[in-house]
């Protein structure tokens, strides 16, 4: 059985980080701006990527408050904009850089927040939720493996819904022509909260394929509220269910944040129960077609790559 949210609490307070390293990507606002704090309270050195640097400058404030366990927990910035492979390139370059010889002990992946119902294409041509929600967390983990940026037997742990179901075209990943074809505000709305989690269950379950020697796991937060949550970009009726939503069984982001820790930096032993999809009572998550055929998942995996070779990066 799944430990409870108050074990999971425990368990990581106890934790002593202070010779760990850590990365968060979206570590500057929201869920993983609550998971940067806590692990930097408990004495982890975490490296925040995001774009908003007087929000990093508050975080580096508030850890400060929290006296990291051994006065040495801190964190690190790099400004980066994952709307464009350009920008996914230069955040591996600057995260190569700052990290030096030493080795992440552990990755979280927190970018981009709630879809809007709007395609807004980056200077690439691509939709920029796609680009940073899906994309750039393909890029990012693919980079790092590949450059042993994370120690072998180290955890990445995506922060995003899991368990959709949606019919990908892979052709239309972007879903321009699905617009084209008059779909609403509402409609693609619900079609970027269905296709991004379709695409990240697929792609954290193949790189649990290929990379065995890592933990890869894709984590559903459930309703976290934070200072920056985006309401207003929710299309209506959405937004009202989901304020009431929130309101009613929201937890903080702070409340949150050991559940990732937890699945990242838990002991071998608990990891090793724990599912590669799952929600934040670490249950498992009921995986669509995309994510359960390993041919299907082949497919989303090189369109994907397709997209990044063709927009600047080369394998
Ligand atoms: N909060 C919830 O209740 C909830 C529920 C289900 C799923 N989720 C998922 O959990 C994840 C985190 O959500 P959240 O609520 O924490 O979102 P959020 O508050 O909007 O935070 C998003 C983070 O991503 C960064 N980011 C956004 N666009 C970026 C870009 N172009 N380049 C680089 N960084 C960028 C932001 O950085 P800057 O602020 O510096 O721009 C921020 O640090 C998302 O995948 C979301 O879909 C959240």
Known sequence: MPPSQLEITKYVDSLDLSASIGAVVGGTNGIGAGVARKLASLGCRVIVLGRDESSAERLGREIKVLK????????????????????????????????????????FLSQQGMPTGKIELTSDGIDSIFAVQTLSRFFLIRQVISEALVKPSGSIVSISNSGERFDLSLDDLSMIKRQSQGRGKLS????????????????????????????????????????????????????????????????????????????????????????????????????????????????????????????????
């Open 68 to 107: 990291p366990r051994g006065d040495v927990g801190h964190i690190e910035f790099i400004q980066c904009d994952l709307r464009t492979v350009e920008g996914m390139n230069c955040a591996v370059r600057d995260l190569r850089a700052v990290i030096g010889k030493t080795r992440l002990d552990c990755l």
């Open 188 to 315: 693609l709305f619900v079609d970027q909260a269905k296709r991004d989690p379709t695409i990240i269950d697929s792609m954290i379950m193949e790189f649990r394929d290929r990379y065995p020697e890592y933990g890869f796991y894709n984590l559903m937060p459930g309703m976290v509220y934070h200072p920056t949550f985006q309401y207003h970009a929710i299309p209506i009726p959405i937004r009202w269910i989901h304020r009431m939503l929130m309101w009613m069984i929201g937890i903080s982001a702070d409340q949150f944040a050991p559940c990732p820790i937890y699945v990242a930096l838990g002991d071998t032993t608990r990891r090793s129960d724990l599912p590669t999809t799952m929600n934040k009572r670490l249950n498992a998550t009921t995986l669509g077609p995309w994510s359960m055929d390993p041919r299907l998942r082949l497919q989303l995996w090189d369109a994907l790559d397709r997209h990044c070779s063709r927009l600047g990066q080369a394998d």
